[in-house]
């Protein structure tokens, strides 16, 4: 009872909550959290085929805002895909959740599925990717939350600056996003935010954690990921994947580029299909090319090294040349699209070198913008990729992975988005 008033009483009660001792005494607080998306440098498709890839962090984030509520209610509310749901905390606490109880992290089974899906009381008719959110959501909420006496009754919302289903790795964002503030609210990991930081980030071993949960969430949502989405949203910067194992680059650099959506639907498992045919059809041709692509990501990852280390404008020259020829073997594994050509030949025109990300056959592609570029020349650039009929946008990759906010720090775009105007 006692804890219960004090739950509800609002940001004076949570401060006599937090001199008291109590645990979840920091539900008073706002979380603002946000978490980069990825794109693969290089290595797509020969990671299929037991290649290293390189993803690299989007700094196309994901932002979280959690508020503490008093209505007994926890909200869930997506403006990207136009969600707004709520639940009634009374019931889901008396809801035998002992199916999520399974000591340490591990895969959702589909038992646990099913009843997730009742819990959430979802239409039949809804559409996947608000049924697949919600049940990461209410996954992540109720294992997460479990521990507490009570389940804490919070307002959430999640709005990204990423577009959905362009093998961006929004759902990761999303997951990595749920996760650190989740574990943040419940006190299973520490608020890192100090009074007068802006921004900041969890330790190495907090970090772990938020990617194990982020991973379980990412389970629900795809069924058998490969993890990489996940770590880059995470750990952020860039990172190398080798037959299932990821290991985080030491050092690398943040660099600049124009981030291409051509639009052109792709099949992602219709393409991996076909380079397996390829390499079966001519395996004395395929194999090499794959071990090229191999040697490409190894030689990218040196270079990354050495950028972070003491950065030369030669370097970005290799990586331009690097950039060339894998997309020229992609083609050749046979991923590549008119679109991807075109955005090719449109910035090479341009003295700026492009190639696909991801699956290919249409989908995103990067494009390189060196140090000392003039900003008219950027302008004009995605001008010409505009008039293409493509979605161009300015960032970097390489951004901080998962981080946490302060209110004031966000610039008002955000803010605007999180608060639905
Ligand atoms: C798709 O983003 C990357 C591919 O290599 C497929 C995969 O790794 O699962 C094409």
């Known amino acids: 009872g006692e804890l219960l008033r004090l739950r509800r009483g609002g940001a004076a009660a949570g401060e006599a909550a937090a001199a008291a001792g109590f645990p979840g005494a920091m539900l008073s607080e706002v979380l603002l959290v946000s978490a980069p998306g990825k794109v693969i440098l290089h290595g797509e498709h020969a990671v299929v085929h037991g290649k290293v890839a390189l993803a690299v962090s989007l700094n196309l984030r994901t932002f979280l805002r959690l508020q503490p509520h008093s209505n007994g209610k926890v909200d869930l509310n997506l403006p990207n895909i136009g969600i707004k749901r709520a639940w009634d905390v009374a019931r ?44 990461a959501f209410l996954y992540l ?43 943040t609210v419940c006190e299973e990991i520490p608020n890192p935010l100090k009074d007068g930081d ?4 969890w330790t190495k071993e907090d970090l772990e954690l938020i990617n194990k949960w982020a991973f379980q969430g990412e389970r629900m949502i795809h069924g058998n990921p490969s993890g990489v989405d996940n770590a880059v949203s995470t750990w952020g910067g860039a990172l190398r994947y080798h037959q299932g194992k990821i290991s985080s680059l030491k050092r690398s650099p943040a660099l600049q580029i ?45 270079v990354l090294g050495e950028m972070g280390e003491a950065p030369a404008p030669e370097q970005y020259l290799v990586l331009e040349e690097l950039i060339d020829m894998n997309q020229h073997h992609l083609n050749a594994l046979g991923v590549g699209h008119a679109s ?16 696909l990300t991801g699956a290919g056959g249409g989908g995103c592609g990067i494009t390189l913008l060196k140090p ?11 001008q010409a990729l505009t008039s293409c009929g493509f979605d161009c946008l300015e960032t970097s990759i390489g951004a901080p992975g998962v981080s946490i906010h302060s209110a004031t720090s966000l610039d008002s775009r955000v803010q605007q988005a999180l608060d639905g105007l």
């Open 258 to 302: 124009l981030l291409t959506n051509t639009k052109v639907p792709r099949n992602t498992r219709a393409l991996v299909a076909g380079v397996r045919n390829r390499l079966l059809k001519f395996p004395e041709i395929v194999a090499p090319l794959l071990t090229s692509i191999d040697a490409i990501s190894l030689e990218c990852e040196r």
């Open 340 to 355: 991807l050509d075109q955005l090719c030949q449109v910035t090479r025109a341009r003295g700026l070198h492009s190639k």
């Open 198 to 201: 802006c921004v900041n980030r």
């Open 92 to 135: 889901l606490q008396s809801l035998d959740t002992s199916f999520l109880e399974q000591g340490d992290v591990t895969t959702p089974t589909s038992e646990q599925v099913e009843k997730l899906k009742e819990v959430a009381g979802l239409p039949d008719d809804c559409a996947v990717t608000e049924r697949l959110a919600v049940l």
């Open 141 to 183: 909420y109720l294992s997460i939350c479990r521990k507490q006496r009570a389940l804490p009754s919070l307002d959430i919302v999640v709005w990204s600056e990423l577009p959905p289903g362009a093998g961006l790795g929004s759902s990761a964002a999303y997951s990595v996003c749920l996760a650190a503030a989740l574990l």
């Open 372 to 382: 000392g570029l003039e900003q008219p020349e950027v302008e004009a650039t995605k």
